[in-house]
């Protein structure tokens, strides 16, 4: 928001002159000038929020409201639904930019979906994650992407892999958060990411954070790695 300001003119010519009235009409006009492009800017900024808080509003109470009633409904499409109302909710998170998670509190909720799935699918779950001292925050919109990079992780781990165990590592070292799954079922099309639409998908949103993604099969295990920057040279 703008606020009242001063200008303050000092030497003109380096202290070799006085100030005369065309000084003054410049600096006035300049002043002008720079305010109402400050005001311009705001007003922009201000319709983008104003913008954003409507569609998270439409979400919330128009498609969250429909799912919500499907959810309480007794057969398979309540599941569905509110499988439905969480991934919207996650949405609707990563367009709020009032709203800050922190590394050690996503690696958390990470940790928690995943063995609940590993579990679910019979599936050995190791998990190595030492907690920040000093805790980073990360962007709603960098929260939601990588909880849909891990969770694609998984899901094409469930669906094209004969996995009988799956690792997960995280370390942040040098501005930047480095994850690895790894798993020990190698589908006979891993080797190519033109087979399917998950890995594709992953090294957008991993791109789109301004990282780095890369998967290799090696001694029987399939190994994904991704990198993003985070803290101060997150983007």
Same mark, same amino acid.
């Given at each position: 928001?703008?606020? !009242?300001c001063?200008l303050f003119? @000092?030497y003109?010519?380096?202290?070799a %002159?006085? +100030?005369?009235?065309?000084?003054i ?6 002043f002008?000038?720079?305010?109402n492009a400050m005001?311009?800017? =705001? ?5 983008m929020?104003?913008?954003r808080?409507?569609?998270? %509003?439409?979400?919330?109470?128009d *498609?969250?409201?429909?799912?919500l009633?499907?959810?309480h409904? =007794? ?9 439905a ?6 949405i ?5 930019t !009032?709203?800050? #998670?922190?590394i050690?509190?996503s *690696?958390a909720k990470?940790?928690?979906e995943a063995? =609940?799935?590993c579990?679910a #699918?019979d599936?050995?779950f190791?998990w190595?994650w030492?907690?920040? @001292?000093?805790? $980073?925050?990360?962007?709603p919109?960098?929260?939601l992407?990588?909880?849909? $990079?891990l969770?694609e992780?998984?899901?094409n781990? +469930?669906?094209?892999?004969? #996995? ?8 942040v !070292? ?15 099309? @891993?080797?190519s990411?033109?087979? &399917?639409?998950?890995l594709?998908?992953m090294?957008?949103?991993?791109? !789109?954070l &301004?990282?780095a ?14 990198? *993003?920057?985070?803290? &101060?040279?997150?983007?």
């Amino acid at each position: 928001m703008l606020t !009242e300001c001063s200008l303050f003119l @000092a030497y003109p010519d380096r202290g070799a %002159r006085l +100030f005369n009235s065309d000084d003054i009409k410049l600096a006035q006009m300049l002043f002008k000038i720079s305010h109402n492009a400050m005001t311009r800017q =705001e007003s922009y900024l201000k319709g983008m929020r104003d913008e954003r808080k409507r569609i998270m %509003r439409d979400l919330h109470d128009d *498609v969250g409201g429909r799912l919500l009633t499907l959810a309480h409904l =007794e057969n398979n499409i309540s599941r569905i639904a509110s499988e439905a109302l969480k991934r919207l909710r996650e949405i609707i998170y990563s367009l709020d930019t !009032e709203q800050i #998670a922190t590394i050690n509190q996503s *690696v958390a909720k990470w940790r928690i979906e995943a063995l =609940e799935r590993c579990e679910a #699918a019979d599936i050995g779950f190791v998990w190595h994650w030492e907690e920040l @001292a000093d805790d $980073i925050e990360l962007s709603p919109r960098q929260a939601l992407n990588l909880t849909l $990079i891990l969770r694609e992780a998984l899901s094409n781990i +469930f669906q094209h892999a004969q #996995a009988v165990k799956t690792i997960f590592a995280f370390h942040v !070292e040098r501005g930047r958060l480095y994850v690895e799954v790894v798993n020990d079922g190698v589908p006979q099309d @891993a080797r190519s990411e033109k087979n &399917g639409n998950g890995l594709r998908n992953m090294r957008i949103r991993v791109e !789109e954070l &301004g990282g780095a993604f890369r998967f290799s099969v090696e001694n029987g295990d399939f190994r994904l790695e991704f990198n *993003v920057p985070v803290g &101060g040279n997150r983007e």
